[in-house]
């Protein structure tokens, strides 16, 4: 089995499965991650930080802030920058940031945190966050409160995120005060195609052997026959979005 860095940086290789099979993220959850920052004179600076092929980034746009991009695979910021040229990209991780002191109203994180040291994370975030601005976590996770999207997790496995969350075990550190937390359900139709690529993005599929893959792949498509994700016609894959967010102090 691959070591959980092995794992952190094994995305490149799958960025067409991540682009196409995750989701984005919903719209007030966004907001509510800079909510904090309040009416400014500028448009507010934020690095999205581990930002993949860029789900994340594109919400960010939207909200019309000041968007660097920031993620320790070339090819996954390859991929955000087919998407999004306008958007500067720097290749680098959240334990070592290639930005200026003091250049951020707010830093997120879309489904990266878990990959972290959180104390040595949160000191150089620090570093580059302005005092007052926001720490913001998000991920989304599928509801396993729904019998078929269980089944669907026991036979691809689980992740770290997922464990993180289930544990309660979110954790920041100084100079970022405590956490506040907000959740939202909703769901997205996924087509048998879709819902495989999602399957193929994931780090525990991606560095799993041949034989493992194999076995995860037969068994999702009996799952998939037997709730009707068959040809064209899609499924809705349910999700819970959870958010955080922290002051930096």
């Keep these: 089995m691959a070591t959980r860095d092995e794992m952190s940086r094994s995305f490149g290789s799958a960025a067409e499965a991540y682009e196409q099979g995750r989701p984005g993220y919903p719209v007030a959850a966004v907001e509510w991650m800079l909510q904090p920052l309040g009416a400014t004179t500028h448009a507010p600076r934020v690095a ?10 594109r919400a960010l746009v939207d909200q019309a802030v000041q968007v660097v991009a920031v993620d320790p695979d070339a090819q996954m910021l390859a991929r955000l920058h087919a ?25 997120v994180f879309g489904q990266a945190w878990h990959w972290v040291e959180p104390g040595a994370a949160s000191l150089e975030v620090g570093r ?47 100079p970022f005060g405590a956490l506040e937390r907000a959740r939202w359900t909703w769901s997205r139709p996924m087509t048998r195609a879709g819902l495989l690529a999602m399957v193929r993005s994931r780090s525990y599929v991606i560095t799993a052997e041949p034989v493992e893959r194999a076995r995860i792949e037969s068994e999702l498509a009996a799952l998939f026959d037997e709730v009707g994700a068959v040809g064209e016609a899609a499924v809705e894959l349910p999700y819970v979005t959870e958010a955080f967010r922290a002051i930096r102090e």
């Design 48 to 57: 999205d930080i581990g930002a993949g092929t860029g789900k994340l980034t």
């Design 83 to 107: 998407v999004l040229p306008t958007v500067p990209t720097f290749v680098g991780s959240a334990e070592a940031l290639p930005l200026p002191d003091a250049s951020l109203d707010a830093a």
């Design 128 to 174: 580059v966050v302005r005092q007052g601005g926001v720490l913001g976590l998000v991920w989304n996770i599928r509801d396993e409160g729904v019998d078929w999207v269980r089944r669907m997790t026991a036979i691809m496995h689980g992740s770290n995120a997922e464990q993180m969350i289930s544990d309660d075990d979110v954790r920041v550190a100084a």
